[in-house]
């Protein structure tokens, strides 16, 4: 028995680096996952290109998925967990008015245009438009993904409603849906056009728009709230 207490005691701490690595190639198969899909599309996007970006092997790959549907599920799930944690640390989120932490979404949402197209597109909307009928789990896994984004933004809306206009008849679930209908057509436009100029126009837009369903309130209608 002290023997195999000994073994056990001398094999443990080569388990952990192992479970490390295992870790960080998952996590660098799934940043690559998302670049070369977000560059390529998911059809075009080969294993070996993901390997290559990842600059691991296809043995490696298989390990974690397998196949490339799998991947792209998995990619999806990563891609939203960074923008959750990207859009929850950005500071209009700490706003305490609602209606400022909506404009803020929408300013924020512009500030993120920069780099090449593939930076700031989305891999959800860039995914779901291929595969939205030949890969029924890619669909749900995008759809459930840009509705949690949504979701966020609804919440704050809900908020922002009941201060600024609460007896209008406009729906908060359907207004931060609309937002993304206004963010994936403004990426199509910008992967048209092959610039960003397009997408900041279209937040622009949805910025007054936002403006007509929630008007400022006067301090002193807030006072008398």
């Not at 201060?163 to 406009?170: E, F, H, I, K, Q």
């Not at 279209?202 to 929630?214: D, Q």
Request: glycine share 4%; proline share 5%.
């Amino acid at each position: 028995m002290a023997d195999a207490i000994s073994i056990s005691a001398t094999r443990e701490p080569a388990a952990v680096p192992r479970k490390q690595a295992a870790q960080e190639s998952l996590t660098r198969l799934l940043d690559a996952a998302v670049r070369v899909i977000r560059s390529k599309g998911y059809s075009a996007a080969r294993v070996e290109d993901i390997c290559a970006e990842a600059g691991l092997t296809k043995g490696a790959f298989f390990h974690h998925f397998t196949g490339k549907e799998a991947c792209a599920v998995a990619a999806a799930a990563h891609f939203a967990a960074n923008a959750d944690a990207l859009f929850a640390a950005a500071p209009y989120a700490a706003l305490p008015d609602p209606r400022a932490r909506v404009f803020g979404y929408v300013a924020f949402r512009k500030e993120i245009l920069t780099g090449d197209l593939p930076q700031f597109t989305c891999l959800l909307g860039t995914m779901v438009q291929e595969a939205y009928d030949t890969h029924p789990i890619i669909r749900a896994a995008c759809d459930r993904y840009i509705g949690e984004h949504a979701a966020r933004l609804e919440a704050d809306l809900t908020e922002a409603k009941a201060r600024c206009a609460p007896d209008a008849d406009w729906n908060p679930r359907s207004a931060a849906m609309f937002s993304q209908c206004v963010l994936q057509g403004a990426f199509i436009l910008a992967k048209a056009s092959h610039a960003a100029d397009v997408a900041a126009d279209c937040l622009e837009h949805l910025r007054r728009y936002f403006e007509t369903l929630l008007p400022e309130r006067a301090p002193h209608e807030d006072k008398r709230r």
